[in-house]
């Protein structure tokens, strides 16, 4: 099984409303991660949490929220989607110490909206 | 906050020959990593540099962490078919543990 799963993995919803996005995983790590990726353009965070009770906006979290359930899930709401929020969505963890380095991505969720 | 700029954007190469492929970056870095996308996939981590100066291999992958540490460069010996993918750079500031920025990527295509 994989160590990272996200789900759905693709969505197309129309422009107006509210979807979520989520991940999993069994890694046991306390850092988790969401990022979306464009065309031509690396990856941009939209928001980390370093535990369950710490998030923190990346660099591009207008238009999206999350919610941080437990160690093992965190989940990524868009409440109002927009045709810019179509893009792949990847979800991300990683461990404390020097392995911080190391993410492990998810499959990815690729979501279009019309 | 940071940019990275990756270099060149893709690449068409024949199967055999050597990729290099580079990161700059407007502000210093203490750790640089470079990822691999496989299609259909999410990043798979394949070097990660600590050091200023430092030189890592992985099997035929080569990457150096620049003196300067605004830079990184990733080589890619005798080519093969399963290399094609988006090879990321991505660089860690000291005051964001645990946080990346990425380059924008480059796309390998291996001609057989």
């Known amino acids: 099984d994989a160590d990272v799963t996200q789900t759905p993995r693709n969505r197309i919803t129309k422009t107006g409303k509210r979807i979520m996005l989520e991940c999993s995983q069994t890694?046991?790590?306390?850092?988790m991660y969401w990022y979306r990726q464009d065309p031509g353009l690396g990856l941009r965070l939209i928001y980390y949490?370093?535990?369950?009770?710490?998030?923190n906006k990346g660099e591009i979290s207008d238009g999206y929220s999350v919610s941080r359930q437990a160690q093992a899930k965190f989940s990524l709401s868009l409440e109002s989607a927009i045709p810019n929020q179509t893009a792949l969505y990847f979800c991300?963890?990683?461990?404390?110490?020097?392995?911080?380095?190391?993410?492990?991505f998810g499959p990815g969720t690729r979501l279009t909206v019309l | 906050g940071q940019q990275l700029n990756q270099s060149p954007q893709s690449m068409f190469i024949q199967e055999g020959e050597d990729v290099s492929m580079n990161c700059t970056s407007s502000?210093?870095?203490?750790?640089w990593l470079w990822y691999k996308q496989d299609p259909g996939e999410g990043p798979v981590l394949l070097i990660a540099l600590y050091k200023a100066g430092e030189l890592t291999s992985n099997g035929r992958l080569t990457a150096q962490f620049g003196i300067t540490r605004k830079d990184s460069f990733l080589n890619i010996s005798a080519s093969i078919p399963s290399d094609v993918g988006i090879y990321f750079c991505a660089g860690r500031e000291n005051t964001n543990a645990g946080k990346s920025t990425f380059g924008d990527g480059t796309t390998l295509t291996v001609k057989p």
């Open positions: 991300a963890t990683s461990d404390r110490g020097i392995s911080t380095d190391t993410q492990y």
């Open positions: 890694k046991g790590h306390d850092r």
């Open positions: 502000s210093i870095f203490n750790t």
């Open positions: 949490s370093f535990d369950v009770k710490d998030i």
